[in-house]
């Protein structure tokens, strides 16, 4: 009876002792375009996970979404393939830019076209060109497949290949590297997206541009791919930042043929 009557208080005291505190991992919530996620994908978010400690929760979603997220405080930083508008960098919002990355014209390995002219690539996304006779012979229809309007390969594509003209389309897939699955079972289709997202991609063709081929220094469609935060970047964004700018990646990056930025 004695000995269950220390056990109890024993129990007792050890209810009283203070907790030892917890050492929680820090946790960085980062929202990032698909074409961003594509580029630097899995290996590199887990090499910095392992160096720096920190817990990378990452959301892959659309360059206007992952900026909206960040906006609304669902994230820490947000990765793009856009430029801000002023209105954004007017709310605080600040982007640091990592790497330019092409912006590849991308048809069915079959297709027998090998090269377009900017006018042509216009004609095809505005309906006039319906056909690839018109271009190459073949006669295939043409089935234009465009990535979700919120997505920044859509922005860049109406930017620097559309003069800011509509474009016209026959599919518009909801993720930008969604349009590559598309292309690769439609015999005919064309779409865009960046470059090294189809750098290995089977039955998928990048096409040259005026003769420019994507790795060409003067190819003329490129977008950037930046990291933004909302303000002065906190420890954790900030560790990303240094990591995304570290010779690491920037030998990534060159080796990936995407073009690294110095700032």
């Known amino acids: 009876m004695r000995k269950l009557f220390y056990l ?14 917890l050492c929680a991992a820090e946790v960085l919530n980062f929202s990032c375009s698909a074409q961003v996620a594509e580029a630097f994908g899995k290996p590199l978010m887990q090499e910095f996970i392992e160096t720096s400690g920190i817990t990378a929760r990452t959301h892959v979603s659309s360059s206007n979404l992952a900026i909206s997220r960040l906006l609304n ?16 960098i007017e709310s605080g919002l600040i982007e640091v830019p990592i790497c330019r990355d092409p912006l590849a ?15 042509q690539i216009r004609r095809i996304f505005n309906g006039e060109i319906d056909n690839w006779k018109e271009i190459c012979g073949k006669d295939q229809p043409v089935t234009a497949i465009v990535p979700g309007r919120d997505t920044a390969a859509f922005a860049n594509f109406h930017r620097l290949a559309m003069r800011m003209n509509d474009i016209r389309y026959d ?19 064309i779409s865009f997206i960046g470059h090294v997202a189809v750098m290995d991609a089977p039955d998928i063709k990048m096409l040259a541009i005026d003769g420019k081929s994507a790795t060409d220094t003067d190819y003329p469609y490129v977008q950037t791919f930046s990291l933004v935060t909302r303000g002065k970047p906190e420890q954790t964004a900030r560790a990303l930042i240094d990591y995304a700018l570290s010779d690491r990646v920037t030998n990534f990056i060159v080796t990936h043929d995407m073009i690294p930025v110095i700032d």
């Open 105 to 119: 014209l991308i048809v069915h390995r079959d297709c027998t076209a090998t090269s377009l002219t900017g006018d």
């Open 171 to 189: 599919f518009m897939t909801w993720k930008s590297t969604a349009a590559v699955e598309a292309v690769r079972y439609l015999p005919g289709a």
């Open 73 to 88: 405080g669902f994230s820490q930083i947000a990765g793009s393939a856009r430029p801000l508008s002023r209105q954004e």
């Open 8 to 21: 109890l208080v024993a129990a007792l005291l050890l209810n009283l002792l203070p907790a030892a505190p």
